[in-house]
């Protein structure tokens, strides 16, 4: 087994701290005080992690931050910002896990993740068109099935939807331009789409369903669907540039 060298201690370990205070104190939840909504990054240094040092570094980190993380907190505030849960750590693990995966996967044809990712896209493209369409609908299945205490402004669901359906289309257009070139940067993104559709979209409205004991998965979905292009977008940006500035870390 190779021996895990002290810089790559170092970087998976200042990842990971960085992880933690993203995680848990840097993050916008809509309305406030809930987690309906909950933007955020606090997954990027695992994929960060997971991308430059391995799958298996990835995972020993994703577990260390979200353990650490619910501890740390507690001990900041004097409460726990939920009760510990397995499936959230798991969340972790895969934002760990599968982005070394993907990005090393040897696959024959260099367009695919190309063809991909356009047809992701399009149907985060649908979805978010469907949304500004069925704004009323959507507030109202969550002020019936969610919370009657929560009110939700329909011009911040409006905006929210902008940026997210301008992210997609600029997406398009970065697909467009570096279609000819290799496929590292069509590997991030389809990593980023496809962690945001299997955690956001699908595991957590499950865990949370779970973990209270109630039928709420398909009123989670709308808001979820609604956030999803954007926070795509802005896991993307930055994932692209930061990648090209920590890949001299690779070991």
Same mark, same amino acid.
């Given at each position: 087994?190779?021996?895990?060298?002290?810089?790559?201690?170092?970087?998976?370990?200042?990842?990971?701290?960085?992880?933690?205070?993203?995680?848990?104190?840097?993050?916008?939840?809509?309305?406030?005080?809930?987690?309906?909504?909950?933007?955020?990054?606090?997954?990027?240094?695992?994929?960060?992690?997971?991308?430059?040092?391995?799958?298996?570094?990835?995972?020993?980190?994703?577990?260390?931050?979200?353990?650490?993380?619910?501890?740390?907190?507690?001990?900041?505030?004097?409460?726990?910002?939920?009760?510990?849960?397995?499936?959230?750590?798991?969340?972790?693990?895969?934002?760990?896990?599968?982005?070394?995966?993907?990005?090393?996967?040897?696959?024959?044809?260099?367009?695919?993740?190309?063809?991909?990712?356009?047809?992701?896209?399009?149907?985060?493209?649908?979805?978010?068109?469907?949304?500004?369409?069925?704004?009323?609908?959507?507030?109202?299945?969550?002020?019936?099935?969610?919370?009657?205490?929560?009110?939700?402004?329909?011009?911040?669901?409006?905006?929210? %939807?902008?940026?997210?359906?301008?992210?997609?289309?600029?997406?398009?257009?970065?697909?467009?331009?570096?279609?000819?070139?290799?496929?590292?940067?069509?590997? %991030?993104?389809?990593?980023?789409?496809?962690?945001?559709?299997?955690?956001?979209?699908?595991?957590?409205?499950?865990?949370?369903?779970?973990?209270?004991?109630?039928?709420?998965?398909?009123?989670?979905?709308?808001?979820?669907?609604?956030? &999803?292009?954007?926070?795509?977008?802005?896991? &993307?940006?930055?994932?692209?540039?930061?990648?090209?500035?920590?890949?001299?870390?690779?070991?």
């Amino acid at each position: 087994m190779k021996k895990i060298s002290l810089q790559t201690l170092i970087f998976a370990a200042l990842m990971v701290a960085i992880g933690i205070v993203l995680s848990n104190f840097v993050s916008i939840s809509y309305p406030p005080n809930s987690t309906i909504i909950r933007f955020g990054i606090g997954y990027l240094p695992l994929i960060i992690v997971s991308v430059i040092l391995g799958p298996r570094v990835g995972f020993v980190a994703a577990i260390i931050q979200d353990v650490l993380g619910y501890f740390v907190y507690m001990m900041i505030y004097g409460f726990a910002s939920g009760p510990f849960f397995p499936g959230f750590t798991l969340n972790a693990i895969l934002y760990g896990v599968l982005p070394g995966l993907i990005y090393n996967l040897k696959i024959n044809s260099k367009r695919f993740f190309l063809y991909m990712n356009f047809s992701l896209m399009t149907v985060m493209l649908a979805l978010g068109i469907w949304g500004l369409i069925e704004i009323d609908y959507i507030i109202q299945i969550i002020e019936n099935r969610l919370s009657v205490d929560m009110s939700f402004s329909p011009w911040i669901i409006y905006f929210m %939807l902008g940026l997210g359906i301008l992210g997609v289309l600029s997406g398009y257009v970065f697909l467009y331009f570096k279609r000819n070139e290799d496929d590292k940067n069509q590997r %991030l993104i389809f990593i980023t789409i496809i962690l945001q559709v299997l955690v956001t979209l699908i595991l957590t409205p499950l865990w949370v369903t779970i973990l209270y004991s109630s039928a709420t998965f398909l009123p989670q979905l709308p808001l979820r669907i609604i956030k &999803t292009p954007l926070e795509v977008f802005v896991y &993307t940006i930055l994932l692209l540039r930061l990648i090209k500035v920590f890949e001299n870390y690779k070991i």
